[in-house]
């Protein structure tokens, strides 16, 4: 693991700035599926920066995104924190695997859709859990509101996480190639 040095904090910063950028701008609906690109600073940051950087990029955009998006400080703001985070630390570590190999994730590309992919069902999981906790803790628990939609939840990070690798993984090559990334 890395210390978090000055340009760690900067990188953190604006990854969650475009984090919450791309989660309350760009967003393309369709019924009740909600597209965002906000996931994508973090699966920039796991595969070039690692799990912690990756994890604190999604904590500090999520916490921020629950400050403005209307829901506040609550009793339950702390576990809504947790599922994006869950997303940077699995590729994050996947990513750290392979990072003194010759070839790092992002240039291998059907396994760095397939870690995407589980990282979104991890992440899925998680949220359900925190649907769940919240639900309980707030007295509104039933089952069809916690796992009603699970299916539907899982199919849609599915895609969404197809579409983030889509773009991630050639720009994290990028990235690298650049020297943006740690080595």
Request: aromatic share 8%; glycine share 8%; with cysteine.
């Amino acid at each position: 693991m890395s210390k978090i040095n000055t340009r760690a904090l900067c990188r953190i910063a604006m990854l969650a700035a475009l984090y919450v950028l791309l989660n309350n701008t760009i967003a393309i609906k369709a019924g009740n599926l909600r597209i965002t690109f906000a996931s994508l600073p973090v699966v920039l940051s796991a595969l070039l920066f690692g799990p912690l950087e990756s994890a604190l990029t999604a904590l500090v955009g999520e916490f921020i995104n629950q400050l403005i998006g209307g829901y506040g400080i609550t009793v339950t703001t702390g576990l809504w924190l947790i599922p994006p985070a869950v997303r940077g630390v699995v590729i994050g570590i996947a990513a750290m695997a392979l990072r003194r190999t010759d070839r790092p994730l992002e240039r291998r590309p059907v396994l760095g859709y397939v870690v995407c992919v589980l990282a979104a069902l991890c992440t899925t999981i998680s949220n359900t859990a925190v649907i769940a906790v919240d639900a309980w803790v707030t007295h509104y628990y039933s089952r069809a509101y916690v796992f009603g939609e699970l299916l539907y939840r899982l199919g849609s990070g599915v895609l969404i996480a197809v579409i983030v690798a889509t773009a991630a993984l050639p720009m994290a090559v990028l990235l690298r190639r650049q020297g943006l990334a740690r080595a």
